[in-house]
């Protein structure tokens, strides 16, 4: 599926390097979703970057989520990386959750500039960035704050606390900032975190209003979709809203009316990727003779050929800056061989849910459609717009 990459690679460097992936106990399985490996990387090279992880006990099962580390990352750059995380003792199973994240074109006066209270960088988007990190390195998320322990992370982060409301609670949902600084004054705590599920005390007294709701949902997605299969609709809703919108529930009980309508929004995102194919991203480029000159985006491709960087104007596009993030991970995954699971890697990186990528990326192709960017081929998919 791939030969393009066996000539990219000289056979003695190819033989060589699986060798020493071999000696690891590397999995046939593994490489062949990652053949760039094979056609980029220098055997040395991945010798070193193997014993680093080992030797920092970074466990087999995460090297082999991770090949394109070996075909692009530095040896000497990765140990001082895990040097710094070892420092400020974050955990082997927050290393290994957050591995592309940590390690993704990360360097090390990125990585320490995470921790670092006393320099702050003159890029607030890239401050909050590295805030978010932090809370989720220091297993800090998923949780009740009072008022305090957020002036004291406000005061320590060098933040106000309406900016940490608004780009850290309500990162990629800043219409709810105004009412979660309402809920903090008013009750003087706020939860802070992602994605989970739901109280059982508040299930148990609002169950019949759930299932209600799940029934709206339900009907208004067929009717918008056409889906039709309504039972599923309705089980699939229900089991969103118990299992995922916890969060929702946590800062917005009372606000009943605001609430019903957030989960309203959320659940109808989660559902779309069961209709939907969201595994192409869909943006070729064509020569004048109508020869692929750029493939579609798969996220089951083994290797990209050609770089999409040069392409995208995310200042033309008019991006807001978790689009242009997106984008740029997005790229930088395809461009190192990593297209396969994209929109979990990504969800992984940015420390948001996968269907949140989903209905990102939505948005990003919708505004490259309108800025004439890409424009839609009759065959089908989108090509770039020379």
Do not use: W
């Amino acid at each position: 599926k791939c030969l393009s990459l066996l000539a990219i690679g000289k056979a003695k460097e190819i033989e060589d390097i699986l060798q020493v992936l071999e000696e690891h106990e590397i999995s046939k399985e593994a490489i062949e979703k990652c053949l760039s490996l094979l056609a980029i990387g220098k055997a040395k090279e991945i010798e070193d970057i193997l014993q680093v992880l080992e030797e920092h006990e970074i466990s087999k099962e995460t090297i082999e989520n991770c090949l394109s580390v070996l075909a692009f990352g530095k040896a000497k750059e990765i140990e001082d990386i895990l040097k710094v995380l070892e420092e400020h003792q974050i955990s082997k199973e927050m290393m290994e959750k957050n591995i592309y994240m940590i390690l993704l074109g990360t360097s090390t006066e990125e990585i320490t500039e995470i921790f670092d209270d006393k320099k702050v960088p003159k890029d607030k988007n890239r401050h909050y960035r590295n805030i978010r990190k932090y809370l989720m390195l220091e297993q800090m998320y998923d949780k009740f704050y009072t008022e305090d322990e957020i002036n004291e992370i406000c005061a320590t982060k060098h933040i106000s606390k309406e900016e940490f409301v608004r780009e850290i609670v309500c990162y990629l949902h800043y219409e709810f900032a105004e009412i979660f600084m309402d809920e903090l004054e008013q009750t003087g705590r706020l939860y802070v975190g992602g994605s989970t599920a739901v109280d059982e005390q508040y299930l148990e007294e609002h169950s019949e209003e759930l299932i209600e709701l799940s029934k709206r949902i339900a009907l208004s997605f067929r009717k918008k979709t056409g889906y039709n299969d309504i039972d599923e609709l309705e089980s699939r809703a229900l089991e969103i809203i118990v299992t995922k919108c916890g969060n929702l529930v946590n800062n917005l009980s009372r606000h009943p009316q605001i609430l019903k309508s957030a989960l309203f929004t959320k659940t109808v995102k989660y559902l779309k990727p069961m209709i939907k194919d969201n595994s192409n991203i869909s943006l070729t480029l064509y020569d004048k003779d109508e020869k692929v000159k750029q493939r579609d985006i798969r996220t089951d491709q083994k290797f990209y050929e050609g770089t999409l960087s040069e392409r995208i104007d995310t200042k033309r596009a008019g991006f807001n800056n978790a689009e242009t993030e997106i984008m740029e991970y997005m790229v930088r995954l395809v461009e190192e061989g990593e297209a396969n699971d994209i929109y979990e890697k990504i969800a992984e990186i940015m420390g948001i849910d996968e269907e949140e990528v989903i209905d990102i990326v939505e948005g990003i192709r919708e505004k490259m459609i309108q800025k004439e960017i890409v424009k839609h081929r009759e065959s089908g998919g989108y090509e770039f717009i020379d």
